[in-house]
């Protein structure tokens, strides 16, 4: 009987996130849904070894006070998207969250006033008045609106996201490499309670691995090369608790190899277990725009033969040098670019369709599948990106950019490259967090 409580109350809450998410972009429904999922784990992993009633009276009192929250987002969502006027806004965030918040201090009220078992105090429930206060903040902390949290800093932001994107996948004799005795010589994992904005997660020459403010969600995605959007289940705590982690290995360790050295650092430390899995999920393909299947002139085939030079798949990013770009497997700013009058944009040398089309992920937040038929490597030239902008400025410096001019990468590919993105579905392979620990300080 319990077990069906318990069911129900579950099928309860993802009810009320159908609900409240119906009809909106697939991408900020599945995001939504999937933090609901990740919330419902933490839930009943809180709840082990408590009676179950206790624990689905819990999963209901977290429902109703975060209905307000949920309803603002789903406002907030609208206005963003600019389908609500001002006047909608404030009438359905005043009167709703109002009538629903009040509904929810009552049942806390009440909740609060009868008598409670001794074993169920010892449970999930004597915790959550601690835990509330950092629920009602967390869950916006975690999933902010990516037109506020875009840090548009070029030699960063791609470092961090496209250069991993081009790195070959690690093999699963690779993963045996890390279970035979590839691991750290030495390493410290603290939390950090500074409350500062900055994050650093640096591999560096020596063996040596740096991070500084950094969620065990950044390591898990820097050690397995995968995005967050491929990434499910975990409890909320890996994405808001900060540590910092500094681990060294011997000898000269490549990244690769300092990945592989992370993950048995986080099965330790962290007790970290997972498997992969093979989804259908939202992705786009990478398609030629024209229905006459010709590309536009920024977009050409290379003069040189990459294909038999010996490079990385992805030799450069950043500004380009100042005899011009690598002929094969850059991308970064386009030759001539100057940063301080305003002018320039991107540019890639020697990249075939595929290797272009994992560079896209980061920005599009969905696998991207080359769906073409163009073969051999490329160069082109193209604006700034309204998802990936030019560096800021140095401080005291007026930016001699408009920002909001930025044209998004839905728009430059077809107008300028002759390509496009085409939302459909497709298998896509996802990291399942199984079980994840608060690693103990050193």
Known sequence: MSSLIMRLVVNGVRGWTWLYTWRMSTTLRDRRRAEIESDLWECRGD????????????????????????????????????????????????????????????????????????????????????????????????????????????????????????????????????????????????????????????????????????????????????????????????????????????????????????????TERFKLTTHTETRELSIYALTVAGKDGKTKPQLRHTETDCASVQSPAFAGIGPSPSNGPPPCGYFGMAPGTDVRSGRGGFAFRGLTMGAFAKLLVPMVRRTVSDRTGLSGYFDADFDFLAEVGPPPPPPGVTDPFDRTAFLSVFTVLPEQLGLKLESTKGPVDVLVIDRVERPTPD
């Open 47 to 266: 709840a082990a070894g408590a009676p179950t009633l206790g624990a689905a009276a819990l999963i209901v009192l977290r429902l109703l006070i975060g209905i307000p929250d949920d309803l603002g987002w789903r406002v907030e969502q609208f206005a963003l998207a600019d389908t609500l006027t001002q006047q909608g806004i404030a009438l359905s965030a005043r009167v709703v969250g109002a009538v629903l918040f009040v509904s929810a201090l009552w049942v806390i009220d009440a909740d609060a006033g009868r008598r409670r078992a001794a074993s169920a105090a010892e449970g999930p429930t004597a915790v959550f008045d601690q835990k509330l206060e950092g629920i009602m903040t967390r869950r916006r902390a975690d999933n902010p609106h990516p037109t506020v949290m875009r840090v548009p800093f070029l030699a960063a932001g791609l470092v961090a996201t496209m250069g991993g994107a081009m790195l070959p996948p690690l093999t699963a004799q690779s993963a045996q490499t890390a279970a035979s005795g590839l691991v750290y010589e030495a390493a410290s994992v603290k939390p950090n309670t500074s409350g500062d904005v900055r994050v650093m997660l640096v591999p560096q020459p020596g063996g040596r691995l740096t991070g500084t403010n950094v969620t065990a969600a950044a390591l898990i995605r820097f050690a397995y090369e995968t995005p967050d959007f491929q990434i499910a289940g975990g409890p909320n705590w890996i994405m808001a608790d900060r540590f910092d982690v500094v681990a060294k290995a011997d000898g000269d360790p490549s990244v690769a190899q300092q990945r592989l050295m992370l993950r048995s650092l986080l």
